[in-house]
């Protein structure tokens, strides 16, 4: 994804940082941000606070959608995908890749679990076997897709 995929405005987002700084001195209680920088400070590890400010200002500016998608079926069935984390894949590219090569829906499409080198997407069991049978050998960022159903935990 390169950097023109992202549709920001930088004028405005600067506006809003120098909207929110000005608020911040003018307006609001040291003491009562300094609880608030103990508590992200606390639960925010020193690498991930940059990705967490760069969220909330994503939110901010109203960007930020629900990533938990619940289906509203109970008789989803699970697939294995054998690519993973490993590969930069993310839910959304599975979601992606399904809806464009199979006729499946979103409604279709369940809960997604990326791990390192393998996922399970949860999908509508009468579209099971085609996505199977269509992603199944498919060339998905440099690797041949392994496809088929899970297996149960024994």
Do not use: W
């Given at each position: 994804m390169s950097k023109k995929d992202f549709a920001i405005d930088k004028n405005n987002i600067q506006e809003k940082l120098e909207l929110i700084i000005r608020e911040i001195h003018d307006n609001e209680d040291p003491e009562e941000?300094?609880?608030?920088?103990?508590m992200f400070r606390?639960?925010?590890?020193l690498f991930r606070r940059g990705y967490v400010a760069a969220y909330l200002l994503k939110y901010m500016?109203?960007?930020?959608r629900p990533s938990v998608r619940k289906s509203t079926r109970t008789d989803l069935v699970t697939l294995f995908i054998g690519i993973g984390k490993s590969r930069r894949v993310y839910p959304k590219d599975l979601v992606?890749?399904?809806?464009?090569?199979?006729?499946?829906?979103?409604?279709?499409?369940?809960?997604?679990?990326?791990l390192d080198n393998y996922s399970f997407v949860e999908v509508a069991p009468e579209h099971?076997?085609?996505i199977i049978n269509t992603l199944n050998g498919m060339t998905y960022r440099g690797r041949t897709l392994?496809?088929?159903?899970a297996k149960k935990k024994d």
């Amino acid at each position: 994804m390169s950097k023109k995929d992202f549709a920001i405005d930088k004028n405005n987002i600067q506006e809003k940082l120098e909207l929110i700084i000005r608020e911040i001195h003018d307006n609001e209680d040291p003491e009562e941000l300094n609880l608030y920088r103990a508590m992200f400070r606390k639960h925010v590890s020193l690498f991930r606070r940059g990705y967490v400010a760069a969220y909330l200002l994503k939110y901010m500016q109203g960007g930020v959608r629900p990533s938990v998608r619940k289906s509203t079926r109970t008789d989803l069935v699970t697939l294995f995908i054998g690519i993973g984390k490993s590969r930069r894949v993310y839910p959304k590219d599975l979601v992606g890749l399904i809806l464009d090569t199979t006729s499946a829906q979103k409604e279709d499409i369940g809960i997604i679990k990326i791990l390192d080198n393998y996922s399970f997407v949860e999908v509508a069991p009468e579209h099971g076997e085609n996505i199977i049978n269509t992603l199944n050998g498919m060339t998905y960022r440099g690797r041949t897709l392994n496809v088929n159903f899970a297996k149960k935990k024994d």
